[in-house]
């Protein structure tokens, strides 16, 4: 039998490892060099989401954290792969290597700084909020935000992009489950489909992009432009 004076303890240990291993996912997105690798990063980090999500529903006795854990595990790591797979098609199974502007050392240290900084974010609103939970999620969350903003500004692709919008959307899900574990049911549920539509919009238009301009490089949608 579980020791249940102990569960807070072992699911705020829990928690802390899936928000470690949350935010190395989250510098692998940067780290890796090929378009498929930077979508398993993206995968990764979806389950870890959904993992953490799951502690969190237990550690609050939370109905609705444990169907919003169930609705992102088969939304992000699995639907949202399947659309973007199905809608880009070649464009992200191709094995070359992404285009960006700053090389991926300097990214990583950039990353870095930008994780440390999410700490003096988020100190102002730990003091407010509280708990052990919080003081995980809610750094991690903004960290991953500023990530996937970075991510969104450095890659010269529309898909590696696309991957960044879905990781800042996973980081401001991964610091609200924390913060807002009492919304509504409805409230939660629209912020797991969001990254749906957006995956969904984007890999349309990444796909129309490519068979108009014929590569998906953000510099070259300048043949888009009139004559």
């Known amino acids: 039998m579980i020791d249940h004076s102990a569960t807070p303890t072992l699911l705020t240990q829990l928690n802390a ?9 989250t510098f692998g997105v940067i780290a890796v060099r090929q378009v498929l690798g930077c ?5 990764i980090q979806s389950l870890l989401l959904s993992a953490s999500a799951l502690f969190l529903a237990y550690y609050y006795s939370s109905v609705h954290l444990l169907a919003v854990a169930a609705i992102a595990l088969g939304v992000k790591p699995f639907l949202i792969p399947y659309l973007l797979r199905r809608t880009v098609g070649e464009e ?3 094995r070359r290597e992404i285009s960006q502007v700053l090389n ?10 930008l994780t440390v900084f999410s700490y ?3 100190k102002p609103l730990l003091s407010v909020s509280g708990g052990i939970i919080t003081a995980v999620n809610l750094p991690i969350g903004i960290s991953a935000l500023f990530i996937g903003a970075y991510v969104l500004t450095v890659r010269r692709e529309a898909v590696p992009q696309t991957i960044g919008i879905l990781t800042m959307e996973n980081g401001a899900f991964f610091a609200g489950i924390s913060i807002a574990s009492g919304l509504p049911f409805i409230a939660e549920l629209t912020a797991a489909f969001d990254a749906l539509i957006i995956a969904v919009v984007m890999g349309i238009l990444i796909r129309k992009i490519h ?5 998906t490089a953000v510099g070259g949608m300048k043949a888009l432009k009139e004559e």
């Open 92 to 94: 992200l199974t191709s």
């Open 17 to 25: 490892l899936t928000g470690g291993l949350f935010l190395l996912s």
């Open 211 to 215: 068979e108009r301009v014929g590569t």
């Open 104 to 113: 991926i050392s300097t990214s990583l240290l950039i990353a870095a700084g």
């Open 39 to 43: 979508l398993k990063m993206f995968i």
């Open 120 to 122: 003096f974010v988020a």
